[in-house]
């Protein structure tokens, strides 16, 4: 498995590090997990981040084994399974859960779990989550990532899609809204050792993503890689084809040492072919190869599958 770290051999990039490239399972959704592994392995992606949910292999630790050492693709991360819709996933202890994520990190050899902040009514978890994430870093090789997210926004309810947009650019931010998460979405209100950016989630809050990524600091260890316009709903739209400065963001972390991952999580449902699926799939790695490692991606082979 490469690792973090490891030295950029292309020309005129010398003192530079190799920042790792992952593809998120959730970037091929409705397809699985094993879909997930092709994609990467076929396109070039540099490892997996595993979304933990309903489908029963991203559950296991057995049937990703099998996917890594078939597509010699390795896991670099586990996304917790804390979506509203995988509340159920792993039981309904929100704290046994975070602590499974990370024994299956260890299991797999990844590097990094991404977790959201507790939910408002997760009371008993929201409490002790900060100290259960320094106990489980405390205790293990893995690093606990919180992710920023965003505001359940009232303007939802006039529209989610381009109309949003323009009332956010005229607003100057998303307006009325409330959040979900305790005692924020912005995880730096509360302070943690390692941090996800994710640029998807900063357009929604209307969220300034430099100043965020400044805030997290050297804490800033992980990099959910897309775009987003402003909606009311989460876009997470090949990076470049939003709004955010994906381009700035990549810079900084670049400029700054960046020793951490990014990984690609799009939305592409809307793909109508394995062929279109791809081509997303291969941008977002293109953009982040040239941005991140002064890079070209190779162009991608042939994808068949279904």
């Not at 690093?143 to 009332?167: C, H, Q, W, Y």
Request: aromatic share 6%.
């Amino acid at each position: 498995m490469r690792k973090i770290g490891q030295a950029d051999e292309a020309e005129g990039a010398s003192d530079r590090r190799q920042i790792l490239v992952g593809l998120s399972t959730a970037s091929v959704y409705p397809q699985n997990t094993e879909a997930a592994f092709r994609y990467a392995a076929e396109l070039g992606y540099d490892g997996i981040e595993l979304m933990v949910w309903a489908e029963p292999a991203s559950q296991s630790i057995a049937a990703v084994q099998s996917y890594v050492r078939k597509y010699d693709v390795p896991v670099i991360a586990i996304h917790a399974p804390c979506l509203l819709i995988s509340q159920r996933v792993w039981g309904s202890d929100p704290v046994a859960k975070l602590e499974r994520s990370v024994r299956t990190a260890e299991a797999l050899g990844a590097r990094t779990v991404v977790v959201h902040p507790p939910f408002r009514w997760q009371r008993r978890y929201a409490e002790n989550f900060a100290a259960q994430v320094a106990e489980l870093e405390e205790h293990s090789p893995v690093i606990v990532a919180v992710e920023n997210m965003f505001p359940m926004r009232a303007d939802t309810l006039f529209g989610r899609g381009a109309r949003s947009v323009k009332r956010l650019e005229r607003r100057g931010g998303p307006g009325i809204g409330v959040t979900a998460f305790s005692p924020s979405y912005d995880p730096t209100d509360t302070g943690f050792e390692h941090y996800t950016l994710d640029l998807s989630h900063t357009a929604t809050a209307g969220a300034d993503p430099l100043a965020l990524a400044a805030r997290m600091g050297k804490g800033l260890a992980h990099l959910h890689l897309a775009d987003g316009r402003g909606a009311a709903h989460d876009e997470h739209l090949v990076p470049g084809e939003g709004t955010q400065p994906c381009v700035e963001v990549c810079d900084t972390l670049v400029r700054n040492g960046f020793a951490g991952q990014a990984v690609a999580e799009i939305n592409t449902q809307n793909a109508r072919t394995t062929q279109d699926r791809a081509a997303m799939l291969h941008r977002t790695l293109a953009f982040a190869r040239l941005h991140l490692n002064g890079q070209t991606a190779p162009a991608p082979t042939s994808v068949n599958h279904a």
